[in-house]
């Protein structure tokens, strides 16, 4: 760790330098992206709109106020994605270990490359190869672990490339207002301000007991971090990320009503879990297995969700495509993967307010009574399948007994 070196890179205004490539119109402009209804929020905006002090998360009309001759973009779906896997193949060809730590986000461990080539030379290469390639502005900071990298792209943005070498970390650090360390959420920062804890500085300088003290196990790391210690590993990326649910039926069925309306119980299930979790999802798969272990399976991408009726909808016709032989089945799953985390994409794509308030209300209603308590019953046809359901006699193996077939279930596992 001591010798450790951390190169983060961060897009800049990353959902609006994509629609400027598609329309080179708006460069220089004032441009939001967002969404256009009643409740809908700004997803990111250009720094000619930050100027006055619109910012993501803040309610459209409110940045409308400040902004009004902004030109607001509902966003295009599948654009963002396309232009993150460009990136991402990037770095994964060049870095030798890269973690992708969100949509426009990446960490290097560049520890090893000092001697040879110079790091800073070689990450800036690699921002310039980024946007000569893509297009896209990014910025990077380097410096001596995760949090120092993140804070130093932060503090140069945008086109920001800046290299905080251990003897500078702690003049870097000091004059900074408490809120700029990454960990510290509005919570945090308005409890040290009543205690008159302004700067890095002022935090740094406390007793490690006190600020334990005050913010329990968590009040050591944020101790660490006012000092630029910090010891997160730069995780390699993986692009798998998937949940999944089956079950393998003590009685082979060939019962379609019946297996619809369980496949749709399932993406309830998996839906629940991924909203609990605060993800989305845009691949729905099915899988199959016949009394001879003969398997298929269909997938399909979908704009991003965790609403349950969507799911199910696409998971019952891929049932349909895949449920060829007129023969019973032995093995019925769903898989959602392509996950992403709340607050991407999903605020515009998705942006009804009616939906959102109805899956608050069933979620609510799951966190208190249990995830059986409600149930979607779309038709009649349904009623009696859950009917059935009900006298089936099922063996359930539940999540992930198979997982060559259909993926681990790793929503649980952070980013
Ligand atoms: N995003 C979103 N909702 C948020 C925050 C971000 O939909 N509340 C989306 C839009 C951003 C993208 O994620 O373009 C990346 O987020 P960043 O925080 O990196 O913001 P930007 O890349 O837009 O701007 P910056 O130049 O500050 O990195
Ligand atoms: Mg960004």
Redesign the pocket.
Known sequence: MENQLVAHF???????SCERLVDPTLNGKAVIVGGTRSRGVV??CSYETRAFGVH??MPMAQALRLCPQAIVLKGTSGLYGKYSKMVTDIMAAEAPVLEKA????FYLDVSGLEQNFGTYKWVCALADKVTNETGLPISFGLSTNKTMAKMATNAG??NGRLYIPPDKVKAFLNPLPVSDIPMVGKSTCAKLNSLGIYKIKQLAEMSPEAVENIFGKYGKSLWRKANGVHYGKVAPYSERKSISVERTFFQNTYDIESLQTLIGQMCEKLAFQLRSEGKLASCVAVKIRYPDFSTYSQQVKIPVTNYDQIFAKHAKELLLKVYKKNEPLRLMGVRLSNLVKE???Y?IFYDDPKLDELYGAIDSVKGKFGKASLQWLSSKADKEAVKKEKRFNLNRTDVNSDPDLIGRKNIKGKD
Do not use: A, H, M, R
């Open positions: 961060d897009l800049d205004t990353f959902f609006v997803s990111t993501s998360g969100s949509i426009d986000e943005k945008p607050g991407y994409q605020d």
